[in-house]
């Protein structure tokens, strides 16, 4: 039983937590998920490049 009064006790005091919690608007989340997903791209596309200039001076190298 003391298990559950524990688990119980931890769940009501997470959702009181939850309750305090200031949420992000919206338009605050949109704008971030876009930052997020531009990097992601720019980084990948960074990389990408990089890969290839680095095949080439190896195919080059190696030759």
Not at 13 to 28: C, D, I, M, S, Y
Not at 29 to 48: D, H, K, P, Y
Not at 50 to 59: A, E, H
């Amino acid at each position: 039983m003391e298990l559950i009064d524990k688990s119980r006790q931890f769940l009501s005091e997470a959702n009181q937590e939850l309750k305090r919690v200031t949420w992000p608007a919206r338009k605050h989340i949109a704008a971030s998920t876009w930052v997020v997903i531009g990097l992601v791209l720019l980084i990948g596309v960074f990389f990408g490049v990089v890969d290839f200039v680095f095949s080439k001076l190896i195919r080059i190298v190696l030759g």
